[in-house]
């Protein structure tokens, strides 16, 4: 199970980077923004059983520090939140594969 983070100091800053490029779930090619599972999920999810992201390479911390990141950002400043992650598509070159 991974562990409530947003108090930790390493937590509360401005992610340098939000926008990551695909997952083990998605191709390479897609735009995702992690949050922390089982923090963010609905209690009745139907996926919540079996969850891939409660699982593996999620709970390393990188990946798991930068999921906390997302969420304090999204929490202390949604506005800015947003921007970032607009700005982020704004200055990437080429988002396709072809």
């Not at 983070?5 to 695909?22: F, L, S, T, Y």
């Not at 083990?24 to 897609?30: A, M, N, R």
């Not at 919540?48 to 390479?57: P, T």
């Not at 969420?71 to 992650?85: S, V």
Request: with cysteine; aromatic share 12%; net charge positive.
């Amino acid at each position: 199970m991974i562990k409530n983070r947003i108090n930790e100091a390493a937590v509360m800053e401005i992610p340098q980077r939000i926008i990551k490029a695909g997952n083990s779930k998605v191709s390479e090619f897609v735009a995702v923004v992690n949050m922390p599972a089982g923090f963010t999920c609905p209690s009745d999810a139907p996926c919540k059983n079996g969850c891939y992201a409660l699982k593996g390479r999620y709970l390393f911390d990188s990946v798991n520090l930068s999921s906390w990141k997302n969420l304090f950002y999204f929490n202390t400043d949604p506005d800015g939140f947003f921007k970032a992650i607009e700005s982020e598509l704004d200055k990437a070159e080429n988002l396709r594969p072809w």
